[in-house]
């Protein structure tokens, strides 16, 4: 019998952004329970395993995630070296989170070491805790950004789950063409 394995496609991903925006939280939230962690202490950072399907392409996330801010110019070199695609990740309630995701996004390109732009999405979340008010990031805002950075743009929530499968999902959709290019 064929073992499915075999025609997996690995895809090395990143999450990117800020601390305490909720990267780890999304992250759990779309394996749910029983997915594998490699704990790479010495790095700061992990990775989680996860197959699923793409369209009707069988794929295995390797999903990285850094436990703080890196210190050294070699971690960040590891983390983002030969992924497919990232996560980039901004809370609503907090501005700055927002303010800084560009800069998340050149790092990711600048060390990815492909030669050209992997796919991203740009998550704005905690969104079960948005207030009308100037401090909270806007959709429209979100959304504007996302299209000047030229990404796709979605709303989520870690903690009710909304927009969390489809935002890995539209991630899914643009590596399954930027690797068919
Ligand atoms: P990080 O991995 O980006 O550093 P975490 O962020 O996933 O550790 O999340 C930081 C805090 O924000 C956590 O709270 C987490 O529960 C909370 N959080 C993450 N996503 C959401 C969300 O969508 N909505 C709400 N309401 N909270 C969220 P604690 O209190 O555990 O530090
Ligand atoms: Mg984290």
């Known amino acids: 019998m064929r073992k499915i394995s075999d025609d997996r496609r690995l895809w090395k991903i990143v999450l990117a952004g800020d601390g305490a925006v909720g990267k780890t939280s999304l992250r759990k939230r779309y394996l749910g329970e029983g997915f594998d962690t490699d704990y790479l202490s010495t790095m700061g950072a992990d990775f989680a395993l996860y197959d699923t399907e793409i369209g009707s392409t069988q794929i295995r996330w390797q999903i990285w995630d850094l436990a703080g801010q890196p210190v050294f110019k070699e971690v960040v070199k590891a983390y983002y070296t030969k992924i497919f695609g990232g996560v980039l990740v901004y809370d609503v309630t907090r501005r700055q989170t927002f303010e800084n995701a560009e800069k998340w996004l050149n790092d990711l390109w ?24 100037a401090e909270t990031v806007s959709t429209e805002e979100g959304s504007k950004l996302a299209a000047k950075l030229g990404i796709k743009f979605i709303e989520t929530s870690a903690k009710t789950g909304e927009g969390v499968k489809k935002a890995f999902a539209y991630l899914g959709e643009d590596i399954l063409s930027y690797t068919s290019q």
Not at 114 to 120: C, D, Q, S
């Open 110 to 133: 600048a060390n990815s070491g492909r030669e050209t732009k992997v796919p991203v999405v740009l998550l704005a979340n905690k969104i079960d805790l948005r207030e009308e008010g």
